[in-house]
């Protein structure tokens, strides 16, 4: 009975400190291969070799399972590559975990990966910017690759793309176009400034 008590307990342990355990995940996407494409480009997919430059950055996004929101984390955030690198359009992450109670090996999670230029226009300071003050700004290099599925695989043995980025697609960072609404509002502003002058 002492025998069964213990091993309960033992159990119990086990299934706590997995409880507890957070999702491992490789953060890069350089060196992923299987799964296709899996860069970051600049206007459109396929477009050029892919961004370069240590101004732009990469972000994880993680639907938290519990609030059921799209959750950055800070903690990922890594910078693309240099101009002469050899691996355009990819960045150099590293690994991660995500917090608590997000997943396990084979329980799969959406995730999202962000881009941008965080100098926002200029301005740069040391970690300064983000991707929603990018999108905000609207005249800067901003992304995002879109909800894909991660699954951390336990495979016996081990494999190296256990914890990559294998569902990534490739996705296109870009400055939007001023909206058609907003140049014709600017036209139609420039003949009745003209007509006035008249």
């Known amino acids: 009975m002492k025998k069964l008590a213990t091993l309960i307990t033992l159990m119990a342990g086990v299934g706590f400190a997995f409880g507890q355990a957070g999702t491992t995940l490789n953060f890069n996407n350089n060196g992923v291969a299987v799964g296709g494409d899996h860069k970051v480009y600049f206007d459109s997919v396929g477009n050029q070799p892919g961004v370069v430059g240590q101004n732009f950055q990469a972000e994880l996004y993680y639907v938290d399972p519990v609030t059921s929101s799209l959750t950055p984390w800070a903690a ?100 939007p176009e001023p909206s058609a609404i907003a140049l014709s509002v600017i036209g139609v502003a420039g003949l009745l400034f003209l007509r006035r002058r008249k």
């Open 76 to 175: 990922s955030i890594s910078k693309f590559r240099v101009t002469s690198t050899a691996s355009p359009g990819t960045w150099s992450g590293k690994t991660v975990t995500l917090p608590p109670g997000n997943g396990l090996p084979s329980s799969p999670i959406q995730v999202d990966v962000v881009a941008w230029d965080s100098t926002l226009g200029g301005t740069v300071a040391a970690g300064v910017g983000t991707w929603d003050q990018a999108k905000a700004l609207g005249n800067v290099y901003h992304g995002e690759s879109g909800l894909f599925t991660y699954l951390w695989a336990n495979t016996m043995p081990a494999a190296t793309t256990d914890t990559q980025l294998v569902t990534m697609p490739a996705f296109a960072i870009t400055v």
